[in-house]
């Protein structure tokens, strides 16, 4: 009962609840660009009761949808265009959920006006956009504008609680799922997840999939080993972008991975299989020194996180180890015995970090107080996604498509010259 009063509490706080912040004088005022439907829970909500963060604007190809949307979210300044929206000297930042093949326009050009960047996932199209764009002397720089890819779930604690259970040397095994009942949601032939002019594709779109085995091991894979997709049939993707994928991977360990993910699952495989990961150790020798000469205990782990993408709402953290007892030198088992813990983690005093948080908080708040703290020169928890990561991101997706029948995401085509 009161895990279940827990889950109502911090649910209804996060949608209405929590109290609204008074806004400090120099809070930081953010700009979006389009009028994207992920901005209220990826940035909205979150800025609500963030006192140094005001949406102060927005921008849409479409004015008039523009002006609607900025009514509906209470945003009390409305740009015609995206370039209007960079020039204006009072906008300090900007959050880009645009299509994925605009990412790299008009993340060069927000930096270039001098704007820090909350970019969302997948940063840019394919490795080769990933390359220029984090290697850009307008990121590289003394004093550059702070760029950050949205990757929302490391900020969360429960991510750090998971992470804290492995033994990354020894993993030899992982699996990440993220499945989404597309079907039920709208997501049709025409969406723009399946434009590939605009960089669609399930392996672009649930990214996290690759973001998380590549944490798991804390390293990026040395070859995807096969790739198999599922393609939406119809225009505008021509056949071009997969809405289901099952990808295997080898990291530099030895270790081996799988990924899978599913923009068009049915319900009970989005409720089975929605957003897990897993992690296998090796058997390992552990210390004891209760044991006679002769003999050595060896343990086998388990680790799994239940809803990473989602944890404020509910997660669940397994750890289980199968314990021998063994003759040293040989296989003769003397005893064996199994321990199973599971764990939460919904603040950040709960792995051990003496900073302010409430567990109604979502992964984007913890991620927007990181973007914040590094926009303002202030240390924070130590979480971030640093640009060398994001690099590396984009090479992972690409070595998938580089297996699968499917062509690599296009590289944008805009004019640099005045970058």
């Not at 020894?170 to 799922?177: G, K, L």
């Not at 672009?204 to 085995?213: C, P, Q």
């Not at 297996?403 to 005045?418: C, G």
Request: net charge neutral.
């Amino acid at each position: 009962m009161a895990g279940l009063l827990s889950f109502i509490h911090r649910n209804w706080q996060n949608a209405v609840g929590a109290p609204k912040a008074t806004k400090a004088k120099d809070a930081i005022k953010i700009g979006v660009l389009g009028a994207a439907n992920i901005a209220p829970m990826a940035l909205f909500t979150p800025a609500r009761y963030h006192p140094e963060v005001i949406i102060y604007a927005v921008a849409a190809r479409d004015r008039k949808k523009a002006e609607a949307y900025a009514k509906q979210h209470a945003i009390p300044h409305v740009f015609s265009t995206y370039e209007e929206l960079l020039a204006s000297p009072l906008i300090e930042a900007v959050y880009v959920p645009l299509p994925n093949g605009l990412h790299l326009e008009w993340a060069l050009k927000a930096l270039k006006a001098g704007k820090h960047v909350l970019l969302e996932k997948p940063s840019v199209s394919n490795a080769a956009e990933a390359a220029l764009l984090f290697n850009h002397p307008l990121v590289t720089a003394p004093n550059a504008p702070v760029l950050l890819e949205a990757f929302h779930y490391r900020f969360h604690p429960a991510w750090m609680a998971f992470v804290a259970q492995l033994d990354r040397p020894n993993v030899v095994h992982a699996r990440a799922s993220l499945t989404i009942p597309g079907k039920h949601m709208g997501f049709g032939p025409d969406d723009i997840r399946f434009n590939y002019a605009l960089a669609g594709g399930a392996l672009l779109d649930l990214t996290y999939t690759m973001s998380i085995v590549r944490g798991i091991y804390g390293a990026s894979p040395t070859a995807c080993t096969s790739c198999e997709v599922a393609t939406m049939p119809s225009p505008p993707g021509d056949g071009l972008c997969d809405y289901k994928y099952d990808a295997a991977w080898t990291f530099p360990n030895g270790g081996t991975a799988e990924t899978h993910g599913n923009l068009q699952a049915g319900l009970v495989e989005a409720l089975k299989d929605f957003a897990n990961a897993e992690a296998v150790h090796r058997p390992v020798v552990v210390p004891d020194a209760a044991l006679p000469e002769g003999q050595e205990k060896v343990r086998t782990r388990r680790v799994a996180l239940y809803n990473f993408i989602g944890p404020a709402m509910w997660h669940r953290i397994d750890v289980e180890d199968r314990f021998v007892v063994r003759k040293k030198g040989s296989e003769e088992l003397v005893r064996e015995w199994t321990v199973k813990e599971s764990k939460k983690a919904y603040t950040l005093r709960d792995v051990g970090i003496d900073r302010p948080s409430e567990p109604y908080w979502w992964t984007y708040k913890y991620m927007l107080d990181e973007f914040v703290n590094r926009v303002r020169g202030r240390e924070g928890t130590g979480a971030w996604i640093e640009h060398e990561d994001s690099v590396e991101q984009a090479k992972t997706i690409d070595m998938a498509y580089a297996v699968s029948r499917l062509p690599l995401r296009q590289t944008t085509k805009f004019d640099t010259a005045s970058l």
